[in-house]
C-alpha cells in the first residue's frame, strides 16, 4: 500500500519543542518533494514548509521561519519537520504530502500531489 504516514504529534507547553515525522511506505521519497501543511480547528489549510526533491532548496511561512526546521533522512524513507519554541497559535492538525520531482517550493503551496497523509495534532497550551 502506497502511503504517507505522519507522526510525532502531542500536547506540548508554549515554549517547547516537537519533531513530527513523514514516513513513506510502499515507495521512496528521495525523488519527492514534501510540504507540511496544517490546519487549526475552524480556519482554512495553510502552508508550513517545503522541501524539494534533491533538498536544494527549503521554504518556511513567515509565521514559522526561524522557529521550525526541515529535513529529510533518505534511509530512514522519511522527511521530519523540528518545531522549536511553540506558541498556542501552532495548534492544528499537520499533514505531509508528496509531489514527484518537485524542483521548486511554489509561492502559494501549490503543487501535484501524488500522496497525503492523514495527519498529526499537534496542541500548545498551558
Same mark, same amino acid.
Given at each position: 500500500q502506497?502511503e504517507?504516514v505522519?507522526?510525532g504529534?502531542?500536547?506540548?507547553?508554549p515554549g517547547?519543542s516537537?519533531?513530527?515525522?513523514c514516513?513513506?511506505?510502499?515507495?521512496t521519497?528521495?525523488?519527492?518533494?514534501?510540504?507540511?501543511f496544517r490546519?487549526?480547528?475552524g480556519?482554512?489549510r495553510?502552508?508550513?514548509?517545503?522541501?524539494?526533491? !534533491?533538498?536544494? %532548496?527549503?521554504? =518556511? +511561512?513567515?509565521y514559522?521561519k #526561524?522557529?521550525?526546521?526541515?529535513?529529510?533522512?533518505n534511509?530512514?524513507?522519511?522527511?521530519?519537520?523540528r518545531m522549536?519554541?511553540?506558541?498556542?497559535?501552532?495548534?492544528?492538525?499537520?499533514y505531509?504530502?508528496?509531489?514527484?520531482?518537485?524542483?521548486?517550493?511554489? !509561492?502559494d503551496? %501549490?503543487?501535484? =500531489? +501524488?500522496?497525503?497523509?492523514? #495527519?498529526?495534532?499537534?496542541?500548545?497550551?498551558?
Amino acid at each position: 500500500q502506497l502511503e504517507l504516514v505522519e507522526s510525532g504529534g502531542g500536547l506540548v507547553q508554549p515554549g517547547g519543542s516537537l519533531r513530527l515525522s513523514c514516513t513513506a511506505s510502499g515507495f521512496t521519497l528521495d525523488s519527492y518533494g514534501i510540504v507540511w501543511f496544517r490546519q487549526a480547528p475552524g480556519k482554512e489549510r495553510e502552508g508550513v514548509s517545503c522541501v524539494t526533491s !534533491s533538498s536544494a %532548496s527549503t521554504k =518556511y +511561512a513567515d509565521y514559522v521561519k #526561524g522557529r521550525f526546521t526541515i529535513f529529510r533522512d533518505n534511509a530512514e524513507n522519511t522527511v521530519y519537520l523540528r518545531m522549536n519554541s511553540l506558541k498556542p497559535e501552532d495548534t492544528a492538525v499537520y499533514y505531509c504530502a508528496a509531489a514527484s520531482n518537485l524542483a521548486l517550493c511554489g !509561492s502559494d503551496w %501549490s503543487g501535484d =500531489y +501524488a500522496y497525503w497523509g492523514h #495527519g498529526t495534532r499537534v496542541t500548545v497550551i498551558s
